[in-house]
């Protein structure tokens, strides 16, 4: 009885290391329905994004791709892109001491993402656990074309940021399916600045189709991004949220 025990532990440990990618890339590119809350202020000002700016839920594209290789001391490689972006239409907003009426005013915050990270785990038991280092760059704008005592007026405010993010990834491959679900966290605070970007998610890789497989995706990713102003160089203080449902095209070499 012992023998068969151990031979089974053997066969499964076998089956689990030949299931491990030597080398993989794997990429996808989908759309982001985020939902905006917080506040933005500058000087004295400081107002609601969703209910005084009139920002609204927006879909806007997401893409990432990684790179996993088998040289042991060399990290592999995530790279991602994000735009929320969103526009919003207020009879008024006051900011630096102007009231401002017929407002139309857009935020943007576009990321770029680059992920250094090791496997721990690499599907063994059919679990994944990545750890490492993410340089998120943020190149944001908020602005605000409106109108001042019947004159055109406008307000334009960069909200630019480098930070390093600790990052981490877990992953379950359901066994005997193509299915998997996985978790995805990174974040730190430096300042009176904090970034903390967490999605979970839902795949499904067709792998019927050889060398190179589609898959599916759907998740769920919440984004909080706290820019204080003495950090990014600009005059506003930006403290907000984004959240909601994702979805995309996967695919996998």
């Known amino acids: 009885m012992k023998k068969l025990l151990s ?123 990545d750890l490492g280092l993410d340089v998120k760059f943020i190149e944001g704008n908020y602005k605000i074309d409106a109108d001042v005592l019947n004159n055109s007026a406008s307000v334009d405010q960069d909200l630019h940021l480098v930070m390093p993010l600790a990052y981490a990834r877990g992953r379950v491959q359901i066994p005997v399916t193509n299915i998997g679900i996985e978790v995805l966290a990174r974040g730190m605070s430096y300042g009176g600045s904090e970034v903390i970007d967490a999605e979970i998610k839902i795949d499904y890789t067709m792998d019927f189709v050889p060398v190179v497989q589609p898959g599916l995706e759907l998740g769920y990713r919440y984004q909080k991004v706290k820019l204080d102003a003495s950090d990014i160089g600009a005059d506003a203080n930006l403290d907000t949220t984004f959240s909601g449902i994702y979805g995309g095209i996967m695919i996998r070499f």
């Open 7 to 129: 031979i089974a532990a053997m066969t499964a440990l076998m089956t689990t290391a030949a299931s491990a990618d030597i080398m993989r890339i794997e990429g996808a590119v989908g759309a982001w329905n985020s939902d905006p809350s917080g506040t933005i202020s500058y000087a004295n000002n400081s107002f609601d994004l969703a209910n005084a700016a009139g920002l609204n839920d927006e879909t806007n594209m997401y893409a990432w791709i990684y790179l996993k290789h088998p040289i042991p001391i060399v990290p592999n490689l995530r790279l991602e892109y994000a735009d929320p972006s969103f526009d919003g239409k207020v009879a008024n907003i006051s900011w630096d001491g102007n009231d401002y009426v017929n407002v139309n005013n857009t935020l943007s915050l576009t990321q770029y993402d680059a992920v250094l990270y090791y496997n721990l785990l690499d599907n063994t038991f059919w679990m994944t656990i």
